[in-house]
């Protein structure tokens, strides 16, 4: 009996040992947790009709301005070589806060997917209570542009709660960014 009183009382002991020390170190693990910088949660606004897609968008701060860390899936057949992003910043209450448009280059492969981090160029304080809404303007591949008709205003919609508007998608020839046609002479001997 005695050496079972014994066992209980090493054990217990070991117990609040292990929570004593689970109770002191936890000041260092919320530090270490401070000293990361937090990022906010974005709405990305998946247009099907687009080659390109979005994944898990998220918006930090840095020493250089904020960072939209996310991962960019390429859904054709083509090289998709740059993006023209959207970003709405709206109030809690809904009022639209601002609005953000730049141009990343991106390129890849197709039919990937690949991690990006992005630098928009935000302007004035963020709040914590801001929402924040991601769309996708226009998908810049060797052979085609994606433009999106009335991608600002679907997206508002869309921030509204409004899941139904869909843009319009237009492709174009890409003039500028093709890969040069190389002709080669035919060499006839006779």
Sequence with gaps: MCNLF???????????????????????????????????AVAFFDIPDLPARV???????????????CAVANRSSEQLLGLRLILLVVEHSGKLRSRITWTEESELPSY??????????????????????????????HETIWQTVGAEKALRAYSRGQHDVTPEVRAVANKFDRFPVLTVPLLIRH
């Design 6 to 40: 014994k066992i209980r009382l090493i054990v217990l002991q070991a117990c609040l040992a292990s929570l004593a020390a689970a109770f002191f170190s936890s000041g260092a693990i919320s530090a270490n947790r401070q000293e990361q910088p937090q990022s906010a």
């Design 55 to 69: 994944d898990e968008p998220k918006l930090r701060k840095s020493d250089e301005g904020s960072v939209l860390d």
């Design 112 to 141: 990937s997917i690949k991690a990006f981090a992005f630098h928009p160029i935000m302007k004035g304080e963020l709040h914590s209570t801001d929402q924040f809404y991601l769309g996708i303007e226009e998908v810049i591949g």
